[in-house]
């Protein structure tokens, strides 16, 4: 390989070098901010699950209630004359590239839509029990759901940046030191080939 040719494959490979270092800082800072929400998240994951457990526990305590007043049969009929929750709406946000989900719904506060005959007061507070218990289960399904994508995304992230920082890398240090020293050889060679030449064409 000549000599232009060995310093064009030599700046072609300092110039993926740079955008290696390039890719790797950004990963680097990709890896921290994917780290620091994941944290922050699993946290409110976890308080969520917590809230979300004692509520459902004194929901299903409420409810026993009244099917010892009233009877299970009687209460699940009543329960039938309440209307649906209204549908969610998903949309997704975007944190360096990882989509996260997010859940909204329209959460009406408890009425009871049937009617007193055979039914109880503590009915009613089962109703008000589980409807309460709506906003932090749909809270938690949200923050679960991130932390499922942001362990998925940092995985992700840490291996691209163990293979920059384990082969591309050092693959391209090791061909740019393979490079400069032939170019430097075919200095040195030409360097010794103009000595010749210019001891040759002195006059005797």
Known sequence: MSGPAVRSRLLGLRARLEAARRGRELLEKKREVLLRDLLRRAAERERLRLLAGEQLGEARRRMRDAWAEIGRAAAEGAS???PRLAGLVRSDSSLVGIRLPRLRARLLPFRPRYGPGGTAETL?????AFASLLSPVLHLAEEDASVQRLEEG???TVRLLNGLEKLVLPELEREIRAVSSTLEEEERDEAFRRRRQRRGA???
Request: glycine share 8%; net charge positive; charged share 35%.
């Open 124 to 128: 009613d507070r089962a109703g008000v």
């Open 202 to 204: 002195r006059p005797s």
């Open 80 to 82: 039938l004359a309440q």
């Open 154 to 156: 940092l995985r992700k």
